[in-house]
Each structure stands twice: as structure tokens, then as C-alpha cells.
């Protein structure tokens, strides 16, 4: 009785520390650069299930999309042909996916690799990001070359910068 009682309790105090965040979807941005076309835009729809252990970083999870149906630049022709078979292809690939696979503390925050995947193509990515008690703020870089997005004969100049802003409750 006495290993059981100890073993339940261990287990509540380590549970304790992880915590499953809930999304303000309503609250929640996420946006991009794509750098060398000066063009800037927002894309909606995230859904994301996140674990955070602060105390253990390494075994935090998180498995989060959006929705490539509402990719938008402020040109609405644009965005027709962003979502176009050549582009992003939404109508075959509504969503734009990512899982981790490990996280690091850093002297700014967090970092968390994982794989994105965009029309089928994944690709790891890299994501810097700090947790406050409500907030998660975070970047990352992805080049359209690794996607076959608005393929250039340059991959700098494919680069595209990603900015969230995931409001947690």
C-alpha cells in the first residue's frame, strides 16, 4: 500500500509540471514575410494540441495545423493564384501541418524542431519562441524552394518568415 501511495503521488507531482495549453483560436495570428517579394500576409485557422513541461522542456509535444484555404496578402487576385494548383494547391492540400520533434531551452526562450509539411513535402524547421503565462510568441524561416512554392534560381530568395502570436488560457 505504502509503494502505491508513494507511486500515485510521484506520478501527480510529475504530471503537475506538464501542462496542456488551451488555444484562443479567436485571439491567435499567425503571419508571414516572404522577404526578397516584399509580401506579407496572415494565414487562419490554427488548431494545435501543445504540452508544455517547463520543468523537462525536452518532453513538451506539440501537433499543430493551419488552414491554406485562408492564406491572404491583402491582393485578393494574388491570393487566388497563391491557392492555385501551382502555389500552395489548397483545393488538394487544405492544410499546412506541424509536429515536433524535440525542444531545446536557449538564452532568449525556447526552440522547438519539428517537421512542417506543405503539400505533402515536409521539411524540418526550426521555431525560436518565448512562453508567457498567456502568450506564446515564436518565428521561424522556411524557403519556397523546399516546398515547390514559387520555385527561385536563388534559395535566398525564396525565404518566407513566420511569425506567431498563439494566445493560450
Known sequence: MKIL???LCFLMIFTSFAQSLKIDTEKT??????VKEKVSGTVEGFDATITLNLDD??????????DATTLTSGN???DKHLQAKGYFNTKEFPQMTFVSDSFEKTNEGYKVIG?????DIAQDVTIDFVYSEHMITGKCM????????A?????????VVIKFEIVVQ
Not at 151 to 159: L, M, Q, T, V
Open 76 to 78: 485578393k487576385m494574388r
Open 5 to 7: 501511495t508513494t507511486t
Open 115 to 119: 517537421k512542417m509539411t506543405i503539400k
Open 29 to 34: 495570428k499567425v503571419s508571414y514575410d516572404f
Open 151 to 159: 520555385k527561385k534560381k536563388n534559395r535566398d530568395d525564396s525565404k
Open 142 to 149: 522556411i524557403y519556397t524552394n523546399d516546398f515547390k512554392l
Open 57 to 66: 522542456i525536452s518532453q513538451s509535444v506539440i501537433k499543430g495545423s493551419v
